[in-house]
Structures are given as structure tokens and as C-alpha cells.
């Protein structure tokens, strides 16, 4: 089995850290990861699947799967979703399961107002056995073996009409704090709060340009900001740049297939220090959905 030969110092370093959500450059492709507001904003059924591989080239990177499925229900007043992420790094897996629930309120014949909530459940895990301790004197901390539970319980809201869109989200409200046999902490986690918004502009007939931006603020962390430019040609052409500053640079390319099911690729390239020792990170993108489950619908969810 392969072992990950990590200095001892700087693997408590790395390993007592404040856990934060994976990170998803095509965050405008899987909303419902991040606000369960979302649940229903899309006018009938639909189902994602995305695998991201971080870091190419150093050891131990992460990899993550996200799946979600949400759906309008109920005259289309409620939402109704679930959210599946497997989170891997090194020796840690943190695995999610997650029920979504939103209402939709109609402020007027254009603008929608969703209010969501979710609640699951987190798996962490750390496999002692891939850990391979220069000194092994040292080692005591990591005895027996790391395999914890915690609830999950967030919130959002959602705003919308045919041209923009505006959410605020706190996908899990708890803290959390995972320690060993011997009540050493190796993770914890802290409320990080989600601020998504964008705009959709027509620069011909069904040729659009959307600029979006996702913001999180985690206490004890800077604030994060990823924007992305994305274009929809005719429903049947997807593509989007994405920018983090001071972190990384991307694109994406994708197609639909008879409106129902659409598929892509994402590469992104760190652009800080750290482009030196990995080779960027490589997305896969699959989407099921159909449209009009039930009635017309005023939102902007497209996905």
C-alpha cells in the first residue's frame, strides 16, 4: 500500500486545519452545493455528476465527486434536492450526504424568492495506515483509528428573475471539531458564509454571456472570490473562464445533447508558488435534466 512519508511537524502542521468545502471552479454548474435555496429554481428535473482531480502530480492530492438531483414539487412552491460529496486528501476522506429543502415565494410576475434549508450528515475519516511518521517516537497522537460522525445544518436564500440572480448561504451552521483517541484535534470545522450572484446579458438570439462571482467568508480565513464568464450558445454550447485571484486560472467547454443531457471538461492552473509542484487540476462534467416537470417558472435557474 502506498505510504505518504510526511515529516512529523509538518504533518500535525497540515493536518490540524480548518476543514472548508471543496472547491468547484464550475461552481455555477452545481449551485446546490452551495445553497440549498437552489432546490426547485430549475423548472423541472435535474441531475449532476462532477469529479474533480486537484493538484495533478503531488502526491496525495485531493480528489473529490460531487452529485446532486433536485426538482420542483407541489405546484412548484417547493424544492426538494440532495446533496452527495466525497472528499479525499492524502490520508483524510470526508464524505457528505445531504437532504435539501426550499419554498419558493413569488414577489411579483418576474422576481422569485427561495428560502432553503438543509440537514445530513459528515463522515470523517483518517486512515492512520497510509501515514508513514519519520520519527516514530512521535507518533503517539495518531493511535487507533480516526472514523467520525457530525450533523450537517445549513440555510439560504435565493433570488431570481429571467435575467439575474442573487444567493446568500451557510451550508453548514455547526462546528465541528474531530480529534484522535487521545483528544488531539485534527480538523474542525467553522460556518463559512456564501455570497453567489450573476447576470444574464443577450447578445443575440439565444446567445448568452453570464458573469457570475461566488464569495465565502470563513472566520479566521481571507475571503475567498472566484468569477467566472460563461456562454451559452443556442442551449447546445457551454463554456466558461473562471479566476481566483492570487490562486488559479481555468476554462471549461461542455455540450447538450437534445436539451436533455449535457457533459464537459474543466482545466484549471494555480497561478501562485505552488504551479511549481502540481500539474492544475482536470474537472468532469455530466448533467440529466427535463424541462417543465410542471409549469412555466419565472427564475433564472438554468441547471
Known amino acids: 500500500m502506498k505510504k505518504y512519508i ?3 511537524n509538518l504533518l500535525v502542521t497540515m493536518m ?20 440549498p435555496a437552489y432546490a426547485g429554481a430549475f423548472d423541472g428535473l435535474s441531475v449532476t455528476g462532477i469529479y474533480s482531480s486537484q493538484w495533478v502530480g503531488f502526491e496525495g492530492a485531493p480528489k473529490t465527486l460531487f452529485f446532486s438531483a433536485h426538482s420542483n414539487v407541489i405546484e412548484r412552491e417547493i424544492g426538494v434536492g440532495i446533496n452527495i460529496t466525497s472528499d479525499k486528501l492524502g490520508p483524510v476522506q470526508d464524505n457528505q450526504i445531504v437532504g ?3 419554498y419558493n415565494v413569488y414577489l411579483n410576475d418576474e422576481i422569485s424568492l427561495n428560502l432553503g434549508l438543509k440537514a445530513g450528515l459528515d463522515n470523517f475519516t483518517l486512515d492512520y495506515r497510509l501515514l508513514s511518521i519519520e520519527n516514530p517516537d512521535e507518533a503517539g497522537i495518531f493511535e487507533g483509528t480516526l472514523n467520525q460522525y457530525s450533523p450537517i445544518i445549513g440555510a439560504g436564500l435565493y433570488v431570481s428573475n429571467q435575467k439575474a440572480y442573487v444567493g446568500i448561504s451557510v451550508p453548514n451552521l455547526i462546528k465541528t471539531n474531530f480529534q484522535t483517541a487521545s483528544q488531539i484535534s485534527i480538523a474542525n470545522t467553522k460556518p463559512s458564509y456564501y455570497l453567489t450572484a450573476g447576470y444574464k446579458f443577450e447578445i443575440q ?8 462571482i461566488l464569495t465565502r467568508a470563513t472566520a479566521g480565513a481571507p475571503i475567498c472570490n472566484l468569477v467566472s464568464l460563461n456562454l451559452d450558445y443556442q442551449s447546445k454550447l457551454l463554456a466558461s473562464v473562471n479566476f481566483q485571484p492570487a490562486s488559479s486560472f481555468g476554462g471549461f467547454i461542455g ?3 437534445k436539451n436533455n443531457f449535457s457533459f464537459g471538461y474543466a482545466y484549471d492552473s ?3 508558488n505552488f504551479s511549481t509542484v502540481n500539474s492544475g487540476c482536470h474537472t468532469f ?10 409549469s412555466n417558472h419565472y427564475g433564472f435557474g438554468t441547471f
Open 6 to 8: 510526511i515529516v512529523f
Open 16 to 35: 490540524v486545519f480548518s476543514q472548508s468545502d471543496p472547491k468547484l471552479s464550475i461552481f455555477s454548474y452545481n449551485p446546490l452545493q452551495y445553497n
Open 100 to 102: 435539501n429543502f426550499a
Open 205 to 212: 438570439d439565444q446567445v448568452y454571456l453570464v458573469p457570475n
Open 255 to 257: 455540450y447538450r445533447l
Open 270 to 272: 494555480s497561478i501562485n
Open 285 to 294: 462534467y455530466l448533467n440529466f435534466r427535463i424541462d417543465d416537470l410542471l
